[in-house]
Structure formats: structure tokens, C-alpha cells
């Protein structure tokens, strides 16, 4: 039973290091001052997303079809990125904006993993995980544990770059992150 702990942190860990998921976690961290928020936020999206996984794969075997979710999701990805790049580009007031903005990390992290995890390789590798082991709870501890350092290793990347770079860099630098997500959505 341990083993099957293993083999889920093992591979939830190595499926995260470079994923198109953890690029935008980083944006985040290189955004937001808040890095515990950026933090907590992507890691219960995450978890949520994968428990339910782990629910379908356990209980029905994992068959959800994922193509139109993931075109969906690129081009909103897409969208949000370009709509970050008009903002820094033919910004008129930023006062409002920088209140509403460094209160809502969490909200923003959550929600943008949220959208980001539909039918991603984590979520499905969890899935098919507990339908061939059928011990949820083990799989589940394992994924959220390798999440736990993956997501931790990106926001705290992020967050000592964040205090080394001007904040329009930054905004700039998130925005084609957003883009190249939401490109490599339509593709994958």
C-alpha cells in the first residue's frame, strides 16, 4: 500500500516539474506579493481537481473526453494574456486597480489552476492510477504531497525573482506566460 503512495508523489512530482501548469503558478508568484496566497490558492485548485479524478477514476474508470475542454481552455488563456498585455500597453489609471489586485491572489490562483487542470496529464494519470490500484486515499496523499513541492518550488522561485525585477516587466512576462499556456493547450 505504501508503494502505491510512492508511485503517485513519484509520478504527480515528475509530471508537474515542467508543466504548463506550473508556468502560470510562477507567473503568479512573479505577480503577486502575496506568495502564501499565490501558494495555497494553486494548491487547493490543484487537489480539488485531482481528488476528482481520483473520484472517477476509482469509482467509474476515467473516460471523460477532454478535447473540447482543452480548446476551451486555450483560448481563454490566450485571451486573458492578451487582455494582460492591453492593460500594461493602454493602461489609463492604475490606483483602483492595484487594490482590487493585490487582494486577490488567492481568488486569481485558485480560479486560474482551476481552469488550467481540466484534462491535464496530472489529473488523468491520477485518475487512471486509482482505477488500477483502487486505493484513493493513498493516491490522493501522494499527489497532493508531490503538489505541495512543485507548487512550493515555483512560488518561491517567483517570489525572490519578484523583488529583483520591475513590476511592468513582471506584468509583461505573465501575460505572454498566459499566451504560451494557452498555445500550448490548443496543442497538446
Known amino acids: ?4 503512495f510512492f508511485i503517485a508523489l513519484f509520478f504527480t512530482f515528475i509530471s508537474e516539474v515542467a508543466d504548463k501548469t506550473q ?3 510562477l507567473g ?9 496566497q499565490v501558494f495555497f490558492g494553486a494548491l487547493i485548485a490543484h487537489s480539488f481537481m485531482d481528488a476528482i479524478a481520483i473520484f472517477f477514476g476509482y469509482f467509474f474508470g476515467f473516460s471523460i473526453k477532454t478535447g473540447l475542454i482543452k480548446i476551451l481552455v486555450g483560448i481563454a488563456f490566450i485571451l486573458l ?8 500597453y493602454f493602461k489609463k489609471s492604475g490606483k483602483d486597480e492595484k487594490k482590487i489586485e493585490n487582494k486577490t491572489p488567492f481568488l ?4 486560474t489552476v482551476l481552469l488550467s487542470e481540466f484534462g491535464d496529464k496530472t489529473q488523468i494519470s491520477s485518475g ?6 483502487l486505493l484513493p486515499w493513498h493516491i490522493l496523499v ?3 504531497l508531490a503538489l505541495v513541492l512543485a507548487i ?10 519578484a523583488g529583483k525585477l520591475p513590476a511592468r516587466t513582471i506584468k509583461i512576462a505573465t501575460s505572454v506566460l498566459f499566451i504560451l499556456f494557452g498555445i500550448i493547450s490548443l496543442s497538446g
Open 142 to 144: 501522494g499527489t497532493v
Open 28 to 36: 503568479l508568484a512573479l505577480r503577486y506579493k502575496s506568495a502564501f
Open 152 to 161: 512550493g518550488l515555483n512560488v518561491f522561485v517567483g517570489a525572490k525573482a
Open 81 to 88: 494574456g492578451l487582455y494582460g498585455l492591453c492593460k500594461i
Open 128 to 133: 487512471l492510477l486509482a482505477a488500477k490500484y
Open 1 to 4: 500500500m505504501l508503494e502505491v
Open 23 to 25: 508556468l502560470v503558478i
Open 108 to 111: 486569481v490562483a485558485f480560479l
